[in-house]
């Protein structure tokens, strides 16, 4: 038994060490177009047709996380060009518990969103307007970002629910072996999920994401609306296993 236990000690040891570092190179607007690859490139390095049981193995690597803590930066494009969307601190416990701490430029800053243990989703004005406190919708547009996915259902096991479900209705998926790129410190895996086409011609990318070979959590991910890449988030500064408090998650 004594055994068992610092073998369990030394795995979330090394999770940890693993997971900590900085493992996306300062990434700005300016840098998406040269240090990522395009649609082809990806296409070239994509080879491997996976399906739903590997996007439960992502989901499955995620979900071993008690908690974790990260800093999601934001990129939009409008008019052709790539804007900075700002970010925000994220932190999910188990089960299904987060809170966004937004950071930008703009009205939005110092913003929050909780997905509390009763399930409500509440949020709190940034600023002047700190002292407002409300209940929001699942489905409401005020915490819909630009990458399509819900705020309050940004964490690592529900953007994997997200891509089964695109899965099961019709996408394709395919994951390329680690390969080094300019926007990361180490090695990376590019999983690229698109829409089916029946005459087996090429089709549309729908998300392509950049994973950690060795926890399998993503780095970036790239979200395409109407064929055109639209949106780009990266996880920053991933740390697990926090201990994070429950009272961090009511609002």
Known sequence: MVSRIFQLVAFFSVLAAVVAPAYCANVSKDD??????????VGKMARSVVGVPYIESLRSAASNFRDYQCYCQ??????????????AMFFYKQKELVRAEIKSSDYRNGSIVVRQADGKIRGQGGGGLSLIKMTIQPDSRTIRLPTGFSLAQSDFVSLYDALKNQLNNGAEASVSAPVSLPAFNEPVLVLLLKNKKNDGGDSDPLHIIYLNPKTKIPLAWNTYKQGQSHAYVFFDDVNVNKGLTDDLFQL
């Open 32 to 41: 998406l177009e040269t240090k990522l690859p395009g649609n082809t490139a």
């Open 74 to 87: 934001l990129f939009t494009r409008k008019a052709d060009k790539w804007k900075d969307f700002g970010g």
